[in-house]
């Protein structure tokens, strides 16, 4: 049979770690496919010595790949959604199978991508797009197939997950780990994709959409940053037998779904809590199998080429077979996806970690109690610390489930109480029974 041609546009880590062991594993995924996979055209916009590549095009104007007849794979790991969905979609028209890592862009035009795809009898494939090197896309489409996924909670963001580590076990604070993550590069010049729970959202949307048979909803999920932790609140947490990690975590409730990404306290025992450094990790719990947990590296080169490479060899079986031997891009058949509402954050029910500074006389724990107890809520355990030199106490609190909107509301009234100095901190608690 002849080679596979594939174009890759972007050849920065994502690309060029693909490119490599598209040449390094040559052998071993010609026995896997029956076909050679041949790497014909390269579109970069700056010019690069770092990769050897004799016998192969290259091109500054990338979208002379995804335009070159001789290309069947076209593999989009430029980021962004403006120049990669143009580029995509022209892929598409022209009857190409795409390959990307680009998680914002799925999350927030994979609906209209896909469904150019289905028209137009290709395929995309995205197995990188999520946790780097965890193959959880291929698990929740087709390793989990036969079960009816109840909920998955996921730390799906190096960055955050590494910045969390390191204000645990070394008592730093939050700037001081993100500048390091910056000169590491684990983070950002700018950020605050990370910091601000965006990128877990763009990746808890492909999942929550692959786990529940629903379209992609990226402006519906709740998502809370990491900025505002403090140490303290860390060394409170493990000192309650709890760690804080920053989740994506997608439910399915009668009343309809959750999708949210947010810090989470998270029982120290649990497997998902002592997942540290850049890892990532991804907790599912279906009807059948019951919990399982999926780890491993969550970026880099190696990691995420694999991905990439593993989506290609895919498709090239798939040409092999007939399209018809597809599985669906968001795992249900097209016209299957169902239409259930996604719940506002107020009306998910969770418990909380609360975090007060009251004043040093008696009666305040009673008026925070008292007004806990008027809206609802059941107090699991209390913690008071040692007084400050102000004069105010570090009460904090762990409460049982309770609904969003009405925790909101006894945030109010304790934040009004004269003897409270506002803001009362609340990070969410989940259980996870796995």
């Known amino acids: 049979m002849k080679p596979v041609k594939v174009g890759i546009v972007g050849l920065g880590t994502v690309g060029g770690g693909a490119f490599n062991l598209l040449k390094e594993n040559a052998a071993e995924i010609s026995r896997r496919t029956?076909?050679?996979?041949?790497?014909?055209?390269?579109?970069?916009?700056?010019?690069?010595?770092?990769?050897?590549l004799t016998g192969v095009k290259v091109s500054n104007d990338i979208f002379a790949v995804v335009n070159d007849p001789e290309v069947d794979i076209v593999v989009e790991v430029i980021g962004g959604t403006t120049t990669a969905r143009e580029l995509v979609l022209t892929a598409i028209a022209n009857g190409k199978h795409v390959v990307t890592a680009n998680k914002a862009?799925?999350?927030?035009?994979?609906?209209?991508?896909?469904?150019?795809?289905?028209?137009?009898?290709v395929y995309v494939a995205f197995e990188a797009a999520v946790a780097g090197g965890v193959p959880i896309i291929k698990v929740l489409r087709e390793g989990l197939a036969a079960n009816r996924i109840e909920w998955l909670a996921g730390i799906i963001n190096g960055t955050g997950n590494y910045i969390l580590t390191e204000m645990r076990d070394k008592g730093r604070d939050f700037a001081d780990v993100l500048q390091e993550a910056q000169a590491l590069g684990y983070a950002e010049a700018d950020p605050t994709f990370d910091v601000e729970g965006i990128d877990a959202a763009h990746k808890l949307t492909?999942?929550?959409?692959?786990?529940?048979?629903?379209?992609?909803?990226?402006?519906?999920?709740?998502?809370?940053?990491?900025?505002?932790?403090?140490?303290?609140?860390?060394?409170?947490?493990?000192?309650?037998?709890?760690?804080?990690?920053?989740?994506?975590?997608?439910?399915?409730?009668?009343?309809?779904i959750e999708l949210r990404v947010h810090p989470t306290l998270i029982s120290a025992d649990r497997l998902i809590a002592n997942v540290h450094g850049v890892k990532n990790a991804v907790l599912v719990q279906s009807n059948a199998v019951g919990p399982t947990l999926y780890y491993g590296a969550?970026?880099?080169?190696?990691?995420?080429?694999?991905?990439?490479?593993?989506?290609?060899?895919?498709?090239?079986?798939?040409?092999?077979?007939?399209?018809?031997?597809?599985?669906?891009?968001?795992?249900?058949?097209?016209?299957?996806?169902?239409?259930?509402?996604?719940?506002?954050?107020?009306a998910v029910r969770t418990a909380y970690y609360l975090r007060l500074q009251a004043n040093d006389k008696p009666g305040v724990l009673a008026d925070v109690t008292r007004i806990l107890s008027d809206n609802g809520i059941s107090i699991e355990a209390i913690l008071q610390k040692p007084a400050h030199e102000a004069g105010t106490v570090p009460v904090i609190i762990l409460t049982k489930p309770v609904i969003e909107r009405e925790m909101n509301r006894a945030?109010?009234?304790?934040?009004?109480?004269?003897?409270?100095?506002?803001?009362?901190?609340?990070?969410?608690?989940?259980?996870?029974?796995?």
Do not use: W
Request: aromatic content about 6%; glycine content about 8%.
């Open 34 to 52: 029956g076909r050679c996979i041949q790497v014909s055209h390269v579109g970069i916009r700056r010019d690069t010595n770092r990769y050897d």
């Open 105 to 121: 862009l799925l999350a927030e035009f994979g609906n209209e991508i896909f469904a150019a795809a289905e028209a137009k009898g």
């Open 206 to 256: 492909i999942l929550a959409s692959i786990a529940f048979g629903i379209p992609l909803q990226f402006d519906k999920v709740y998502t809370e940053g990491i900025t505002k932790l403090t140490r303290e609140d860390v060394s409170y947490a493990e000192e309650l037998g709890y760690r804080i990690k920053n989740l994506g975590i997608a439910r399915r409730t009668p009343e309809g």
């Open 298 to 346: 969550g970026a880099g080169a190696g990691p995420t080429g694999s991905a990439v490479v593993a989506d290609i060899v895919d498709v090239v079986r798939a040409l092999n077979t007939e399209n018809s031997s597809y599985v669906p891009h968001l795992a249900f058949q097209p016209d299957e996806l169902a239409d259930t509402p996604i719940l506002p954050v107020e």
């Open 411 to 434: 945030i109010g009234s304790l934040e009004a109480l004269t003897d409270i100095v506002a803001p009362v901190v609340r990070i969410r608690l989940e259980a996870l029974d796995a």
